[in-house]
């Protein structure tokens, strides 16, 4: 059972255009959302995390958006360049969880901004 | 070094053979993971260590085995590799209690046939 669903799977945008990544999840006690960024060959990356308490943060081109209720939060890239082409993953987890800081993975998403 | 190292690279194993997958950090993080990553699958948790002696089982433990002897190093077993454990596989660490913050070693892309 995939608890935190990703989508789309695929999205090819131009240069300087927006692209957005969304994620949805099941489970109320997450209180830790992060954007992992992955290069091909490389592992993944930490890119922007985000905690319930507020609906949006910013660093840089990257913004994350939350909407507690609906339970879903989304990764927008601004200006967008070639080298943001890689694979994003959205990722969810309980801080307090006696096991650590397990994530749990959403599908991926594979983005190329073309020149 | 500073981070995560995996070993091997690559590898390509006959069904039933044995097989570790090594890991080792030097950031002095309490906890360690491993991942398998599939297409369309994302990144699912094999197994978990929140410190050194102790170890969990995470989303898909079937087939694999981990031990954390000490801080460094988290290795991957497995005892008698199948087809469906061709995949690429990645180790993390964080520090536990203060951030969330999982740190990937760069992976090790395994077949089996």
């Known amino acids: 059972q995939q608890q935190v669903k990703q989508s789309p799977q695929s999205l090819i945008v131009q240069k300087g255009g927006i692209p957005i990544i969304n994620c949805a999840y099941e489970n109320t006690a997450f209180d830790y959302f992060p954007w992992y960024q992955q290069f091909p060959g490389k592992g993944p990356a930490l890119l922007i995390a985000i905690r319930p308490d507020v609906s949006e943060k910013k660093e840089g081109r990257f913004t994350i958006s939350f909407n507690k209720s609906a339970k879903q939060f989304s990764l927008h890239i601004m200006d967008s360049q070639p080298g943001d082409s890689a694979t994003y993953f959205c990722?969810?987890?309980?801080?307090?969880?006696?096991?650590?800081?397990?994530?749990?993975f959403g599908e991926g998403t594979q983005l190329t901004v073309n020149p | 070094i500073a981070g995560i190292t995996q070993a091997p690279t690559s590898q390509i194993l006959a069904a039933g053979r044995r097989m570790t997958l090594r890991c080792t950090q030097d950031m002095r993080h309490n906890a360690m993971y491993w991942y398998r990553q599939d297409l369309g699958l994302g990144l699912r948790l094999i197994h978990y260590s929140n410190t050194a002696g102790t170890t969990g089982k995470g989303e898909v433990p079937d087939g694999y085995s981990v031990s954390r002897a000490n801080t460094d190093d988290f290795p991957l077993t497995l005892a008698s590799a199948v087809p469906s454990q061709t995949s690429v596989y990645f180790c993390?660490?964080?520090?536990?209690?203060?951030?969330?913050?999982?740190?990937f070693g760069p992976g090790t892309r395994l077949t089996v046939l």
């Open positions: 993390a660490s964080s520090v536990r209690g203060r951030t969330n913050e999982q740190f």
């Open positions: 990722a969810a987890s309980r801080s307090m969880e006696t096991s650590g800081s397990r994530l749990t």
